[in-house]
C-alpha cells in the first residue's frame, strides 16, 4: 500500500520559504523498531508550506500495528556548508515532540482529509519541523527567533506532556574577549508560580519595560539574558494535566536540568558562555538546587556548560528566619504594636513547631496565617516594601471579612506581581497575554498565568522548606555564590538574609564575617548606593533605598552588581 502525505504547515511568520527552496528535505519517520528516510519535496501554496512525500509500506507493517506509536520528523537538511551553531540559533526545531490524541490534532500542523481518512485512528502522531543540518535530527526543542537573530524562544518538553517555555536574547553589545568569555545569564522569578519572562523581564531588567519603551540599564548591556518560565505551569510554560504539576524544589530544579541540557548541549555558542543562574525570591531556592542538579549533570557529562555561578536576590533560602524578623522589624518601625508583635511570635512559634514535626504544607498555611496578622495591625503594610502601604489594601473590607484564604489566593495568583508597580498585574496579564503572545507565537490554547496559582498549591508542601545546605554544597565544590538584599524588603528581610547567613558551615565563614564592607556609588553620584564585600567565593551586596525588586528599585547600582557578578567584560 502507498500512503501519499502532504502536511500543511502554517508557519508564514517564519518566513521560510526563501530558505526553504535551498534545503534538501527529507522525512525521518520512525515506528517500532524501524526508521526510515524518505525524500520529500516543497512548494508554497496561497502563503502557505507545503511538504509532500509517499511512503510505501509494501509489508504493511504500518497499518498492522494500529497500537504504536507513529513519530513523524520533517527535517530540512541545509545544502553546502554553514555554520552549525548559527543553524541551531535560527530555530533548532518548531514543534517540541507535541503529542496530539488524533490524528491532525497538532497545533499549527494540518493533516488533509486524505491522511486522515486511511485506517489511523488508533495512532497517536508526533510531529516535528526542524532547521537544522543533517547531523542534527529530531524534535527536541520547539524554537523561532527574530529575523536579525537577537531573540529566539521556544519550548522544551521536559517531560511527557510538560512544556516549559524560554527566551534568550543575545546581546548586541557583546564583546569577543578570549581572556573573559561573554556570560549569559538564566533569570529564575519567585513565587512559585511568578513569570520570569514576565516580570522578570518587562518589570525588572529586560530589554524593554512593560510600556515596550527601551530600559536603560538593561542587563542585556552586561550579559546575554535567558527567562524561563519555571516550574511547568508558570507563565507560559503549561502542563497537559495538572497531576505533572512539580511538588518539590528537587524535581523543578530537574526539570531545569533537562531544558539546559536540551538548549546547551547541541549549540557551541552556548557552551562558550559561562552561565549565571540569577533568581529573585523563591526562585533562590531553585536556583541553588538547580546549582546541585546541573553540577552533577555536568560532572556526568550528561550537560555541557561552564557554571559561572550563583545570585541569589532577596531569596527565600531559610523562610523561618525571614519570617521571625518580621515582626520586631516592624515594631521597631512603629509599624505594629505589642500586641500585633504578640500574635505574630505566637505564629512564628507555631510554625517552629509544625516544621519540627514534618508538617509542612500545614507550616505554609500558618505563614498564610502570620501574613494576615501583620497586614491587619500594621494597616497593610507592603511586604515588597516595608516603607510603603500595600498597593493591594482591600479598602472595602474590614479586617476581619479578610481571611487567610484570601491572602493565600492573593499571593499565590499574583505570585510578586501584585506590588511590583501600580497596575503591574494588569498591564503585564494584558501585554503577556496580547501583543507579546501574538509575537511569540503561542499556542491559541495557553494563557500566561493560567496555571500560576496550581503552581503555587502544588507546592505548599516545599514551600517553607530551607536550603542553606545546598549553599553550603555549592561554596564547597567552588562555585561562586552571591547573595544581594533590598534595605527596605520585608518578605525576605536583610536581617533575615543575615541569620541564614551566620547558619553556613563553609570554613571560610568567620573570615567574611569579620571583614569590613565597601561602599558603593553610581557614576557621578557620590550618595552611598550599597555596600558590599567578598571572601574568596562568597559575597554580599546590601542596596539600600531598594526593596524586595532590586533591579527595579536601584537599577544603576544593580548594573553594576551584575557586571561585577557576572565578571562582564563591559565595564
Not at 536579525?148 to 534568550?168: I, K, L, N
Not at 538574609?497 to 568567620?510: F, I, P, R, T
Request: proline residues 4%.
Amino acid at each position: 500500500m502507498v500512503f501519499f502525505f502532504d502536511l500543511d504547515f502554517d508557519l508564514g511568520w517564519l518566513d521560510l520559504a526563501k530558505d526553504m527552496l535551498t534545503m534538501q528535505l527529507a522525512v525521518r519517520m520512525s515506528f517500532g523498531p524501524k526508521v526510515l528516510m524518505i525524500p520529500a519535496t516543497y512548494r508554497a501554496v496561497n502563503s502557505k508550506h507545503l511538504v509532500s512525500f509517499r511512503l510505501k509500506d509494501t509489508n504493511r507493517e504500518l497499518t498492522a500495528t494500529p497500537a504504536s506509536t507513529l513519530d513523524l520528523f520533517v527535517v530540512l537538511e541545509v545544502v553546502g556548508e554553514a555554520d552549525s551553531d548559527e543553524a541551531l540559533e535560527s530555530g533548532a526545531a518548531i514543534f517540541d515532540g507535541v503529542t496530539g490524541g488524533e490524528v491532525g490534532s497538532v497545533p499549527g500542523i494540518h493533516l488533509p482529509g486524505k491522511m486522515r481518512n486511511h485506517n489511523f485512528a488508533a495512532l497517536f502522531l508526533t510531529v516535528a519541523l526542524c532547521i537544522v543540518l543533517p547531523h542534527f535530527l529530531g524534535g527536541l526543542v520547539m524554537a523561532t527567533c527574530t529575523k536579525d537573530r537577537t531573540e529566539h524562544w521556544g519550548y522544551v518538553q521536559v517531560r511527557p506532556r510538560a512544556h516549559m517555555f524560554w527566551w534568550h536574547y543575545k546581546s548586541p553589545y557583546r564583546i569577543h574577549n578570549p581572556k573573559k568569555p561573554w556570560p549569559i545569564i538564566l533569570w529564575l522569578q519567585g513565587g512559585p508560580g511568578g513569570s520570569g519572562t514576565g516580570i522578570g523581564n518587562f518589570g525588572e531588567m529586560g530589554p524593554l519595560d512593560r510600556h515596550l519603551n527601551k530600559r536603560n540599564f538593561t542587563w542585556l548591556r552586561k550579559a546575554d539574558l535567558l527567562f524561563v518560565d519555571n516550574p511547568v505551569g508558570t507563565g507560559y510554560s503549561f502542563v497537559e494535566d495538572k497531576e505533572l504539576l512539580v511538588t518539590t524544589d528537587e524535581e523543578s530544579a530537574r526539570d531545569l536540568t533537562t531544558l539546559l541540557i536540551k538548549l546547551f548541549n547541541r549549540n557551541r555558542t552556548l557552551q562558550r558562555s559561562p552561565l549565571y543562574i540569577v533568581a529573585q525570591s523563591y526562585g533562590g531556592k531553585t536556583a541553588v538546587t538547580l546549582g546541585i542538579s546541573a553540577l552533577k549533570a555536568i560532572k556526568a557529562g550528561r550537560l555541557k556548560l561552564t557554571l559561572g555561578g550563583i545570585a541569589l536576590g532577596n531569596s527565600w533560602i531559610s523562610p523561618v528566619d525571614f519570617v521571625a524578623t518580621w515582626a520586631p522589624l516592624l515594631k521597631d518601625l512603629s509599624r505594629i504594636d505589642n500586641s500585633g508583635l504578640k500574635n505574630s511570635t505566637r505564629l512564628v512559634e507555631k510554625i517552629k513547631q509544625q516544621m519540627a514535626d514534618g508538617q509542612m504544607k500545614e507550616a505554609t498555611k500558618t505563614w498564610g496565617d502570620l501574613e494576615q496578622v501583620i497586614m491587619e495591625t500594621s494597616n497593610y503594610v507592603d511586604f515588597y516594601n516595608f516603607m510603603r502601604d500595600s498597593g493591594s489594601k482591600p479598602v472595602s473590607m474590614t479586617t476581619n471579612e479578610l481571611s487567610r484564604k484570601t491572602i493565600m489566593n492573593t499571593y499565590s495568583k499574583n505570585v510578586e506581581s501584585a506590588r511590583v508597580l501600580p497596575g503591574l498585574v494588569e498591564d503585564l496579564s494584558s501585554l503577556m497575554n496580547g501583543d507579546i503572545k501574538k509575537k511569540l507565537k503561542i499556542p491559541k490554547d495557553v494563557k500566561w498565568g493560567g496555571q500560576s496559582s496550581l503552581v503555587f498549591d502544588s507546592m505548599s508542601g516545599d514551600f517553607m522548606s530551607p536550603r542553606i545546605n545546598e549553599v553550603d554544597e555549592l561554596l564547597n565544590a567552588g562555585v561562586h555564590v552571591t547573595v544581594y538584599s533590598g534595605q527596605v524588603d520585608l518578605i525576605c528581610s536583610t536581617k533575615g538574609a543575615e541569620a541564614w547567613v551566620e547558619k553556613l558551615k563553609w570554613k571560610g565563614l568567620k573570615t567574611f564575617l569579620n571583614m569590613d564592607r565597601t561602599p558603593m556609588f553610581c557614576g557621578d553620584d557620590m550618595e552611598t548606593k550599597a555596600f558590599t564585600k567578598s571572601y574568596k567565593n562568597f559575597h554580599f551586596y546590601w542596596i539600600l533605598k531598594a526593596g524586595h525588586f532590586v533591579p527595579r528599585d536601584q537599577p544603576c547600582v544593580a548594573f553594576d552588581m551584575i557586571g561585577n557578578i557576572t565578571q562582564s567584560p563591559v565595564r
